[in-house]
């Protein structure tokens, strides 16, 4: 039964901990026993002793036990109530050191919710929906159009934000950690793509695939400033797939003349010249239905670099004439890639973490999720291929009583 009401006997204590700060709770002879923390919430701990080694073990219910940390500093995070029996050892010969102690962890007197609570950062790469979603007003600070982008998709505002071209991206936060569960997908997170109509199951229309990072906060000082691991999607491992790939966009020059196309579709096709790290270069052109600047207004910047992963071409002109594209979904792993109606395929597990050599992590959650546009792509009078997002939910969270809108 979900404890609610925390008797006076801990409750000054909940006040401490219920938070995570940078200021660990030694675990020595001085201190308590016991700890109370909410649910999803961290718990630093960090030994008073030193010596050669160091394990946190947790001993469940059933008689098994789990080192859950090997170093001095251990962060405890669960995600249901619970009493959590707890050993803390110095492993050394000259200092050897054994601590038991128990941390209860009760529900949260203020529920937590399942949706956005922060924006932490809005750096789009140039594109033909920058300066529209979310909308630049003349005089508009960064500070400015970050709150925008937070006012669209926190909460349950579900208000279209676009991300531009390749490597443009979003950083957002709940008001919790999201815990990793083995083996269940941890959030989803809703875009705009939809399945061609004349053929559907061939799950080709408008997909512009995002990838997604996560980050935990490991120094617990509540910024996204801790290592960054991508969720690794159907491509990432796939010989078409490039990682550590970087683009860098260039202003317009101010006296820049436009370049129109033959069709009428393109008022600019030398609008915003790009470079990348395989070589390449090219342009984001400008179209005849989006007549604002596409450069992000706000910023003073002459270049905007981005680095990342950059998924393959998905787009493919069905007319050969450069009218009608189709970009297909792939399999899974990524916002934006298929229409919201598959939730299963809207979802993402914190279990597929991976680092910088593609190496799996093992994550007890996400404090920061990052999602960047992941290809780098030009389909004719469609214009660049731009990830665009809504909302997102954590999957182990629910409001009593609150049904979710349908979407």
Request: proline share 6%; charged share 20%; glycine share 10%.
């Amino acid at each position: 039964m979900k404890n609610r009401h925390l008797n006076l006997a801990f409750a000054g204590v909940l006040a401490a901990l219920a938070g995570c700060d940078d200021t660990a709770p030694m675990v020595s002879l001085g201190i308590d026993d016991t700890y109370y923390i909410y649910r999803m919430t961290k718990l630093p701990l960090e030994s008073a002793y030193t010596g050669g080694e160091y394990c946190w073990t947790l001993h469940r219910s059933d008689g098994t036990d789990e080192i859950i940390s090997r170093a001095r500093r251990c962060i405890f995070l669960q995600e249901k109530e619970g009493v959590y029996n707890l050993t803390f050892e110095v492993i050394d010969e000259a200092t050897p050191y054994r601590h038991d102690f128990i941390v209860t962890v009760v529900h949260e007197e203020v529920e937590f919710s399942p949706y956005i609570a922060k924006v932490h950062e809005y750096c789009p790469a140039p594109g033909q929906f920058v300066n529209d979603m979310p909308e630049y007003q003349p005089g508009d600070t960064y500070a400015d159009i970050l709150q925008k982008a937070e006012d669209c998709i926190s909460g349950t505002n579900d208000i279209m934000i676009s991300l531009g071209g390749y490597g443009g991206y979003v950083t957002f936060a709940f008001d919790h950690t999201v815990v990793n569960v083995p083996g269940e997908a941890d959030f989803r997170i809703w875009g705009n793509s939809f399945y061609e109509a004349t053929n559907p199951d061939a799950k080709g229309g408008s997909a512009e695939p995002g990838i997604v990072m996560v980050s935990y906060d490991e120094n617990c000082n509540g910024l996204p400033d801790d290592p960054w691991y991508e969720l690794a999607g159907s491509e990432y491992h796939k010989d078409h797939t490039l990682h550590n790939y970087t683009i860098t966009y260039q202003r317009p020059e101010p006296g820049h003349v436009p370049v129109e196309d033959d069709d009428g579709f393109l008022d600019d096709m030398e609008y915003i010249p790009w470079t990348d790290s395989e070589g390449a270069s090219g342009f984001v052109a400008k179209n005849i239905f989006h007549s604002q600047s596409y450069w992000p207004m706000w910023t003073e910047a002459d270049e905007l670099t981005f680095t990342g992963t950059c998924l393959p071409p998905n787009g493919i002109d069905l007319s050969g004439t450069g009218r009608y594209y189709v970009l297909y979904a792939f399999d899974w792993g990524y916002v934006d890639n298929h229409p919201n109606d598959y939730p299963d395929l809207n979802s993402f597990d914190i279990g597929n973490a991976v680092d910088a050599s593609g190496h799996k992590v093992d994550l007890p959650g996400a404090d920061f999720i990052r999602v960047y546009t992941g290809l780098n792509q030009y389909c004719g009078w469609l214009g660049e291929t731009s990830t665009e997002l809504s909302r997102a939910r954590d999957l182990h969270v629910d409001l009593p009583g609150v049904p979710l809108p349908d979407i």
